[in-house]
């Protein structure tokens, strides 16, 4: 089973008490937050449920290790976080450029995730 990654995209202003507790339960409290998940019936739920706030799909393991080798933090146990904080996208969001024009980032991308997650590192 691949590892499908989420990357939030909208804050937290406006939002409905539900999608704020299933992003709670995903480790993405802040904007620009990035969790890697396995893809559990359970886990593709709530990413369904989320898809008008988030972006997400498949990775790739080369760009998973270049987002753990830059972003990865450790807890003082040693262990890996289970999120990493990214930048804004170098060059903009699609959807906040051209108003209406594009489909934006929001929702499934596929394969199209790795370039939007290297270009947020």
């Not at 969790?35 to 593709?44: A, D, F, Q, R, Y």
Request: aromatic share 6%.
């Amino acid at each position: 089973m691949s590892q499908i990654a989420v990357i939030r995209i909208k804050g937290r202003v406006g939002l409905d008490r539900d999608i704020n507790e299933t992003l709670d339960r995903l480790r993405m409290r802040k904007k620009y937050s990035c969790v890697i998940l396995k893809g559990t019936k359970e886990e593709m739920g709530m990413i369904e449920k989320l898809r008008d706030f988030v972006a997400y799909g498949e990775i790739k393991d080369e760009v998973y290790k270049e987002l753990v080798k830059q972003r990865g933090k450790k807890t003082s146990e040693g262990k890996l976080k289970p999120f990493f904080r990214l930048h804004p996208p170098r060059g903009g969001i699609e959807s906040k450029k051209h108003f209406g024009v594009g489909k934006g980032v929001l929702g499934n991308h596929g394969e199209k995730i790795n370039e939007l997650i290297l270009r947020m590192l």
